[in-house]
């Protein structure tokens, strides 16, 4: 019988954690001036006083919160993808899909438009857009007819809304607002980790910690919910107050993730999917594992996004769009061959 | 010393109307009671009264005294377990891992299986002759391996009480025996088990007593050669049948069918 043993989860945790190292030295080792890998790895890991000065700050201060930010937003969509896959008992589930990543981008971009005029703090972003995730989800709770009863495609359908309704919002503040450029508009809505801002690594940061956090320490209840709500409470789960907590882990990480990288898509949906298939589907390795694994997958997928074209630049929400957006057709296919998923 | 579980005058209630009122019965520890009853007649509500997943309208469910809403949700899983009728997840748990979630209720919040919960896992599957299917994917079993799978998990839960909602609905008769045989074992640890069944002959062999529900309420309820007669059978059901006694004693069921000249 396979079971969960202390040392299966060393294994895969270890083996996933020295990948996303690898790929987190890669990724700061690349771009338009050659940084050598042993000096990054000199400059990240110990006496760097042999490197100048300039190649310093371009690991550190140019590269660094760029992929540092990469790997929390990575892992915070990723795990807001499989819990809320878990509690809507819904294998297409995934932030930006839903429409969450849409509410908080609306309420970020309202923050960052009013912050302007009203010379708010710029930690007022992160919050609007956890506010702005929370009331998405509340919304998508209400109109799916909540407690994990919604059908697939009630649920797609709504966060087709959503996100429409939020894009428009977004398009309509920031021309109201008059201070954006064209062209940031539409990073924000395609996603993107290109205009990093050192102080913002602190609040994502934390609100990526403790959105993690309480997932892990609910990752047993996420098994039993995933059950379904009766058979939850019938093993013991307090679903309501356990569901309310992963709610507000989920909106936190999605918000923070949405107020530094705009609408990231699908990553959420690509690597929860692909580690069940390979490790399963207990929520207690699956969450952690997801967290490395979306970091690592972000981080990656930033770093060709800014080097497959030769001198320009992709959002990296192009990327994760065509890998998600193909994953994304066959699982609604597979879905729909094997009946509604009630 | 394990508890009963006892309907303490319930009023089963769905979306707003009642189905059940002024229930009294009780199931004793050692004892397999059968609910019996048509379909859409409140049996499936009263286990998930019992289980407080429902709210009665009025009245109470006593475990061992104490009323069932007022346990923690954990402290109650540890007692009481239920076997749903069937259950469907969109993840491919494997067998083992839905069996061994039955440990959910006895672990802290954090935490791996033990090797005893292992043990207690692996004894059960045996035991219903799914051992094979520890490894497989729960979203490629049949309905009865599921069931089995359900059951499995319910005794792995170790409780004082255990419900069951028509456990043997999707399965051939060698496996209705067996899970039944388990029902009795169960009960023969001093624990109690409260059955739905559709079975009325097997249920009459399996149970000590059978309540026999109708519209809104008990019809009759006793020793199951004494209730399954053919005027509480007309009542409850709506039919004619006949009883009769089988060879060791026990009731045997025949309904008749109506034929076109009727």
Redesign the interface.
């Known amino acids: 019988?396979?079971?969960?043993?202390?040392s299966r989860?060393a294994l895969v945790l270890g083996v996933l954690l020295a990948a996303v190292v690898v790929i987190t030295l890669v990724a700061l080792a690349t771009g338009p001036s050659n940084v050598g890998a042993p000096d990054v790895v000199k400059i990240v890991f110990g006496d760097a006083s042999d490197i100048d000065a300039a190649t310093r700050d371009i690991v550190l201060r140019v590269r660094g919160p760029r992929v540092l930010l990469g790997l929390l937003v990575g892992a915070a969509l990723a795990t807001a993808g499989a819990v809320f896959?878990?509690l809507l008992?819904?294998?297409l589930a995934d932030p930006y899909v839903l429409g969450v990543s849409g509410g908080a981008a609306l309420a970020g971009i309202s923050a960052l438009a009013l912050g302007a005029t009203f010379a708010l703090p710029t930690s007022s972003v992160p919050m609007a857009a956890f506010g702005g995730g929370l009331i998405a989800t509340g919304l998508l709770y209400w109109v799916s007819g909540g407690r994990g009863r919604s059908s697939p495609t009630g649920l797609l359908l709504t966060g087709v809304v959503f996100n429409a309704f939020a894009s428009a919002g977004i398009v309509f503040l920031a021309s109201v607002a008059g201070f954006f450029e064209g062209s940031r508009i539409f990073l924000w809505l395609i996603g993107h980790l290109s205009a990093v801002e050192i102080d913002a690594v602190g609040v994502v940061a934390a609100s990526v910690a403790l959105g993690l956090v309480t997932a892990f320490?609910?990752s047993?209840s996420l098994?039993?919910l995933?059950?379904?709500d009766?058979?939850a409470?019938?093993?013991?789960?307090?679903?309501e107050s356990h569901r309310r907590w992963l709610l507000l882990a989920t909106s936190l990480m999605v918000g923070a993730a949405v107020a530094v990288s705009g609408l990231i898509g699908f990553v959420g949906l690509i690597v929860p999917h692909t580690l069940?298939?390979v490790i399963?589907?207990?929520h207690?390795l699956l969450l952690p594992a997801t967290a490395l694994t979306g970091a690592g997958f972000l981080v990656l997928s930033d770093t060709l996004a800014r080097t497959v074209l030769d001198g320009r630049e992709l959002p990296v929400g192009a990327v994760t769009a065509i890998v998600g957006g193909p994953l994304f057709i066959y699982l609604l296919r597979r879905?729909q061959a094997?009946g509604p998923?009630? | 010393m394990t508890a009963d579980l006892r309907f303490d005058g319930v009023q089963a209630e769905v979306g707003g109307r009642t189905l059940l009122a002024g229930l009294d019965f009780a199931v004793r520890p050692g004892e397999v009671v059968g609910l019996i009853g048509r379909n859409g007649v409140g049996k499936t509500t009263l286990l998930?009264i019992a289980?407080?997943?429902l709210a009665p309208g009025a009245g109470r469910v006593l475990l061992g005294g104490e009323d069932v809403t007022t346990l923690?949700?954990?402290?109650?899983?540890?007692r009481?377990?239920?076997v749903?009728q069937d259950?469907?997840?969109?993840?491919?748990?494997?067998v083992?891992?839905?069996v061994?979630?039955?440990r959910?209720?006895h672990?802290p919040?954090?935490g791996?299986?033990s090797e005893s919960d292992?043990a207690r896992?692996?004894e059960a599957?045996d035991r219903l002759g799914i051992g094979d299917l520890?490894?497989r994917d729960i979203?490629h079993l049949s309905g009865g391996e599921r069931q089995l799978t359900l059951f499995a998990r319910a005794l792995v839960?170790d409780p004082e009480v255990l419900l069951l909602d028509e456990p043997t609905a999707f399965l051939d008769l060698k496996h209705r025996v067996e899970v039944l045989a388990e029902v009795r074992a169960f009960a023969a640890r001093g624990r109690a088990a409260l059955v739905v069944s559709h079975d009325l002959s097997l249920a009459a062999r399996t149970c000590d007593r059978v309540v026999l529900l109708g519209v809104g309420g008990i019809v009759a309820a006793g020793a199951p050669s004494e209730v399954l007669q053919p005027d509480a059978l007309r009542r409850a059901f709506d039919i004619e049948a006949e009883s009769f006694a089988a060879p060791d004693g026990q009731v045997v069921v025949v309904p008749r069918i109506p034929t076109a000249r009727d």
Do not use: Y
């Open positions: 019988m396979t079971r969960l043993s202390r989860l896959q878990a008992r819904n294998p320490l609910l047993r098994n039993l995933a059950l379904g009766e058979s409470l019938h093993l013991g789960v307090p679903v069940r298939l399963g589907s207990d207690r879905a094997r998923m009630t | 998930r289980s407080a997943a923690s949700r954990r402290a109650l899983a540890r009481v377990a239920l749903p259950l469907h997840v969109p993840f491919p748990f494997r083992g891992e839905l061994l979630m039955g959910a209720p672990q919040l954090l791996l299986e292992v896992a692996r599957l520890a490894d979203t839960q």
